[in-house]
């Protein structure tokens, strides 16, 4: 017979060792938006909260810079946005084009794959993009129902340009989906200006929140779509409310509809919405707007500029495509001296309390990532990262020219008058 479980041990209270965050994300949060979060819980239908709601959506109409009425929140992180969208937008054996330039590329398809849809992906090397008369081919030759693009890829670093796609996708009726998660905020993105229908993001990247939440936008075109497969749930359905004649999208929790009247004047009852996390994206909203997107993604590129100018002065080879890196996040070739790098990370971290990324697949043990994202995107992150950097690296037998790599960020910054 089991013994019934006495509770007497109760682990100490979590205290977690300060970090400077310099990965591909989660960064450090921005202090105004931890304090956000300890704000004191409403009812998910006082008026006070449903006004909260109505503000996260107006503040999110700019950071994507948009006039899509329907943006707002998906509980969950980036990967439910994407979820959300993906299965709302894909019914049943739809074509779906997936180009592929890195692993969250691979993780649109087999959410698309998911989701029933019918996946051609085109796949492009790591460290590189596609040129638009390729996708554009593709998007021709297929005529899919959804193009599911990443805009920036952390794992590989690499952006790839939209412009130009969005007259594709009307001339063969296609709806324009992007995964902008890593890249919003840090890098330049205009949703109605790129002809976008379906854009999801997260907030633990250039938008220095934790991750928890999803905020996405959807086009009228992409609401039309959606609103066709609407079907309530029972329990909740209004009298006389009639179901519409598409497909009922499979998810319950990720179903767009729904959630569309949860965040509609309707205030259909969905979920209970992520109270806490509401706030957090409301401060994140606020705190990126207040510097101004252009201002932010000017820092971005500064910020980047100083920490590859320090990198390549140490002899340090930066990773893929010059053309198209992201701004917020540097891909750098691990020395052979380094082996799979992993010792060297983990000086970082325990030495320096500076955490550094690796990637995923190929380039798993072949290359760092240092993210310059957000909150933490700043001068003296930069040089504490190149200094520890140097002494983590002469530690382990490669030797960089003396303070080279802090000069040269000095250089970039005083160049800039920053
Ligand atoms: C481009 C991109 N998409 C999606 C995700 C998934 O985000 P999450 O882990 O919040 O679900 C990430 C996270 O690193 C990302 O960089």
Same mark, same amino acid.
């Given at each position: 017979m089991?013994?019934?479980?006495?509770?007497?041990?109760?682990?100490?209270?979590?205290?977690?060792?300060?970090?400077?965050?310099? =990965?591909?994300?989660?960064?450090?949060?921005?202090?105004?938006?931890?304090?956000a979060?300890?704000?004191?819980?409403?009812?998910?239908f006082d008026?006070?909260?449903?006004?909260?709601m109505?503000?996260?959506?107006?503040?999110?109409?700019?950071?994507?810079?948009?006039?899509?009425?329907?943006?707002?929140l998906?509980d969950?992180t980036a990967?439910? =946005?994407i979820?959300?969208c !993906?299965g709302?937008?894909?019914?049943?054996? +739809?074509?779906?084009? /997936?180009?592929?330039? $890195?692993?969250?590329?691979?993780?649109?398809?087999?959410?698309?794959?998911?989701?029933?849809?019918?996946?051609?992906?085109i796949? %492009?090397?790591?460290?590189?993009?596609? &040129?638009?008369?390729?996708?554009?081919?593709?998007?021709?030759?297929?005529r899919?129902? /959804?193009?599911a693009?990443?805009?920036?890829?952390?794992?590989?670093?690499?952006?790839?340009?939209?412009?130009?796609l969005?007259?594709?996708c009307?001339e @063969? +009726?296609t709806l324009?989906?992007?995964?902008? @998660?890593?890249?919003?905020a840090?890098?330049p993105?205009d949703? *109605?200006?790129l002809?976008?229908d379906?854009?999801?993001?997260?907030l633990?990247?250039?938008?220095?929140?934790?991750?928890? &939440?999803?905020?996405? &936008?959807?086009?009228d075109?992409?609401? %039309?779509?959606?609103d066709?497969?609407?079907?309530?749930e029972?329990?909740?359905?209004?009298e006389?409310?009639?179901d519409?004649?598409?497909?009922?999208i499979?998810?319950n929790? !990720? *179903?767009?509809?729904?959630?569309?009247?949860?965040?509609?004047?309707?205030?259909?009852?969905?979920?209970?919405?992520?109270?806490?996390?509401?706030?957090?994206?409301?401060?994140?909203?606020r705190?990126?707007?207040?510097?101004? !997107? *252009? @201002?932010?993604?000017?820092r971005?590129?500064?910020?980047?500029r100083?920490?590859?100018?320090g990198?390549?002065?140490?002899?340090l080879?930066?990773?893929?495509d010059?053309?198209?890196?992201?701004?917020?996040? @540097?891909?750098?070739v691990?020395?052979?001296v380094?082996?799979?790098?992993?010792?060297?990370?983990?000086?970082?971290?325990?030495?320096?309390?500076?955490?550094?990324?690796?990637?995923?697949g190929?380039?798993a043990?072949?290359?760092?990532?240092i993210?310059?994202? $957000?909150?933490?995107?700043?001068?003296a992150?930069v040089?504490?990262?190149?200094a520890?950097?140097?002494?983590?690296?002469?530690?382990?037998?490669?030797?960089?020219p003396?303070n080279?790599?802090?000069?040269?960020?000095?250089?970039v910054?005083?160049?800039a008058?920053?």
């Amino acid at each position: 017979m089991r013994q019934p479980i006495e509770n007497k041990v109760i682990t100490p209270a979590l205290d977690p060792t300060p970090r400077l965050l310099m =990965g591909p994300g989660p960064i450090d949060v921005y202090p105004r938006v931890s304090r956000a979060m300890a704000m004191p819980m409403l009812g998910q239908f006082d008026p006070e909260f449903t006004g909260f709601m109505n503000e996260t959506m107006e503040l999110y109409r700019q950071v994507f810079r948009t006039r899509n009425q329907w943006t707002f929140l998906i509980d969950g992180t980036a990967r439910a =946005g994407i979820e959300a969208c !993906l299965g709302s937008l894909i019914a049943h054996g +739809d074509k779906v084009l /997936v180009p592929m330039f $890195g692993r969250f590329g691979h993780l649109l398809a087999e959410i698309a794959f998911r989701a029933g849809g019918h996946v051609i992906s085109i796949e %492009a090397e790591w460290g590189t993009v596609f &040129t638009t008369d390729q996708i554009a081919e593709a998007v021709r030759h297929h005529r899919p129902r /959804v193009l599911a693009l990443v805009h920036g890829d952390t794992s590989t670093t690499m952006m790839q340009p939209f412009e130009g796609l969005a007259e594709v996708c009307r001339e @063969t +009726d296609t709806l324009f989906y992007s995964d902008a @998660t890593a890249s919003i905020a840090g890098n330049p993105f205009d949703t *109605d200006t790129l002809g976008l229908d379906a854009v999801s993001t997260g907030l633990q990247k250039c938008m220095s929140g934790p991750p928890g &939440t999803s905020p996405i &936008t959807l086009s009228d075109r992409a609401a %039309a779509v959606i609103d066709n497969r609407r079907h309530i749930e029972g329990g909740i359905k209004p009298e006389g409310a009639v179901d519409a004649t598409g497909p009922r999208i499979t998810s319950n929790y !990720l *179903d767009l509809a729904m959630i569309m009247d949860y965040w509609s004047p309707k205030r259909l009852n969905h979920h209970t919405e992520a109270t806490s996390m509401l706030y957090a994206a409301h401060e994140c909203a606020r705190v990126v707007l207040e510097e101004g !997107l *252009d @201002t932010g993604q000017a820092r971005h590129r500064l910020t980047s500029r100083a920490l590859r100018g320090g990198l390549e002065a140490m002899g340090l080879k930066l990773f893929g495509d010059a053309e198209n890196r992201m701004a917020n996040v @540097t891909g750098v070739v691990i020395p052979d001296v380094c082996g799979d790098g992993e010792a060297l990370r983990a000086a970082m971290l325990n030495d320096f309390g500076i955490e550094i990324g690796t990637s995923f697949g190929p380039l798993a043990g072949k290359i760092w990532r240092i993210g310059t994202m $957000g909150y933490v995107c700043r001068k003296a992150n930069v040089l504490r990262c190149l200094a520890s950097l140097d002494a983590s690296l002469r530690r382990s037998g490669y030797e960089a020219p003396a303070n080279a790599g802090i000069d040269a960020a000095y250089d970039v910054y005083d160049e800039a008058g920053a």
